[in-house]
T-cell receptor
Framework: DAGVIQSPRHEVTEMGQEVTLRCKPISGHNSLFWYRQTMMRGLELLIYFNNNVPIDDSGMPEDRFSAKMPNASFSTLKIQPSEPRDSAVYFC?????????????FGQGTRLTVV | GNSVTQMEGPVTLSEEAFLTINCTYTATGYPSLFWYVQYPGEGLQLLLKATKADDKGSNKGFEATYRKETTSFHLEKGSVQVSDSAVYFCALKDSGYSTLTFGKGTMLLVSP
């Protein structure tokens, strides 16, 4: 398996523009997570899905952020409009979430820079 | 709520030195515990895990023992290498459908 695949790896955009990050989870995994990593706040959980349904989006910072999972093999995280403080590395992770001892598998991340 | 506390870094060591990175947790249930490693420019990858009290997880020379009485899961390695330089995250998961709760991460720098 190729693992969790994220695209793009790097994104540079201007303030006010829409940004869409993409994630393909590992085949057969039924839980998907979006995390944001910054030096100041470390790893923050933004949202997670189970069987394509959003379960907890309390970590989404504000209405500018939205996430979708239209099917089991694809998810997007959208920021509209983007702001410089959104600059961070965004990770997607997936797991077969039906047992406590199952680990999450992470993608390589998307480094977002908003100028 | 759940939380994980790790020692702050960076931890700076010479090659072949002994490593300890402390991790303590607070959980409402009886969690599984994990150590993840993040190499520069990469995502997190599982290093080891333990699912019940007194279990020892081990991988690549790293070890950690699940201590319920002290709510700890300290990471150790007897002899570090330059290639071990990375950020290490302690995490817990306390039920099947819950998310992982991560510590803030500890950067390890190993010099030749």
């Amino acid at each position: 398996d190729a693992g969790v695949i994220q695209s793009p790896r790097h994104e540079v955009t201007e303030m006010g523009q829409e940004v869409t990050l993409r994630c393909k989870p590992i085949s057969g995994h039924n839980s998907l997570f979006w995390y944001r990593q910054t030096m100041m706040r470390g790893l923050e959980l933004l949202i997670y899905f189970n069987n394509n349904v959003p379960i907890d989006d309390s970590g989404m910072p504000e209405d500018r952020f939205s996430a979708k999972m239209p099917n089991a093999s694809f998810s997007t995280l959208k920021i509209q409009p983007s702001e410089p403080r959104d600059s961070a590395v965004y990770f997607c992770a997936s797991t077969s979430g039906d047992r406590q001892n199952t680990e999450a598998f992470f993608g390589q991340g998307t480094r977002l820079t908003v100028v | 709520g759940n939380s994980v506390t790790q020692m702050e870094g960076p931890v700076t060591l010479s090659e072949e030195a002994f490593l300890t990175i402390n991790c303590t947790y607070t959980a409402t249930g009886y969690p599984s515990l994990f150590w993840y490693v993040q190499y520069p420019g990469e995502g997190l990858q599982l290093l080891l895990k333990a699912t019940k009290a007194d279990d020892k997880g081990s991988n690549k020379g790293f070890e950690a023992t699940y201590r319920k009485e002290t709510t700890s899961f300290h990471l150790e390695k007897g002899s570090v290498q330059v290639s071990d330089s990375a950020v290490y995250f302690c995490a817990l998961k306390d039920s099947g459908y819950s998310t992982l709760t991560f510590g803030k991460g500890t950067m390890l720098l190993v010099s030749p």
